[in-house]
Each structure stands twice: as C-alpha cells, then as structure tokens.
C-alpha cells in the first residue's frame, strides 16, 4: 500500500509543482544568495527541488539519496577545483532532503552538522516555508565553506557551476 501511495504522489508532482512551491522572486532571492555565498569561499554549491521522479525510477526503486547521487554527479557538482561542491536536493513527493558533500568538505565536517542541517530544512518544510529552508541551508553551507575553505582575499576566482535554482 505505501508503494501505491509514494508512486501516486510522484506521479502527481512534477516540475510545474516545484515551480509552484518558489515564486519568481523567491527564486531570484535564493539564486542570489548562492551568488553571495560563493563570493565568501572556494566551494561550489547547487541547489534542487524536484517534484516526483518519473515512472521509470520508480520502477528502478530509486529513493532521494539515489536521485540526489545521480545529480550530483550529472551537474559535476563533484567536479570543482577543489573538491569542496555541495549538492542541497529537495525531492517533494517524498518530502525528502539530501545535501551530499564533495570529499574536500565532506571529510572535514561531521555526519550530525549535515543530519541538523536536514533536520531544519525538513521542519521548514513541513511549516511550508520552502525558501526560507533554503535561505537558512545555504547560510549554513556557506558558513561550513567558510569555515574550512575561505576565499583569499582580494582574489576573483572563477564560477565553476551556475548559481541558478535547479527546478525539475
């Protein structure tokens, strides 16, 4: 029955519901903020919110973590000069967050800092208030990069992946 349930909800959500769920200007808001936060340190970060997977993911059993591995990969976010791109995923026909981490931040920040990371994105979900989840994710991110690969002053570096909100 619950397999029923979650491929009737993913049927049913589809991109026009992850557009729904962030007006033009919340978008624009968060894009910005990715911007800003990329001017603070040498990380790279992405940010997506889908509605459902297609039939043939279901079919395959992917969850969240396997879709959010697959971006992951398909954006590069894995790809950076220095191995420090995060991946923020919002699957919202399973109401599911993953943010997945490259090897040059992930070995530096412990498991339970990314788990409370998910932890207060997912309550703001539930609190329907999905761009101001975001907003406070990407600060959060932001402050980790931060922390462990902070942008030399004065040194303009390139934009290795676009800052825009992925929507699918």
């Known amino acids: ?3 029923l349930i979650r491929w009737l909800r993913h049927l049913w959500l589809d991109a026009a519901d992850s557009r729904r769920c962030l ?3 919340g978008l624009q808001r968060l894009d910005e903020a990715v911007t800003r936060s990329e ?3 040498l990380g790279e970060l992405r940010v997506c919110v889908e509605g459902g997977l297609d039939l043939s993911q279901l079919w395959r059993g992917v969850d969240a973590r396997d879709r959010a591995l697959d971006l992951f990969s398909q954006l590069r976010v894995w790809d950076t000069e220095h191995n420090n791109g995060v ?3 919002l699957l919202l026909a ?3 967050i993953e943010v997945l ?3 040059g931040l992930a070995q530096l920040v412990p498991e339970s800092q990314w788990r409370a990371l998910v932890a207060e994105l997912s309550q ?3 609190d329907q208030s999905v761009e101001d989840g975001l907003m406070q994710a990407i600060a959060q991110v932001c402050e ?3 922390m462990h690969h902070p942008a030399p002053p004065q040194v303009r570096r390139a934009n290795e992946l676009p800052n825009s909100i992925m929507l699918i």
């Open 1 to 3: 029955m619950n397999t």
């Open 124 to 126: 703001a979900l539930r």
């Open 87 to 89: 991946l923020i995923y």
């Open 39 to 41: 001017a603070r340190h």
């Open 101 to 103: 981490a490259d090897r």
């Open 94 to 96: 399973d109401r599911r």
């Open 144 to 146: 980790l990069l931060r």
């Open 23 to 25: 007006t033009r200007a």
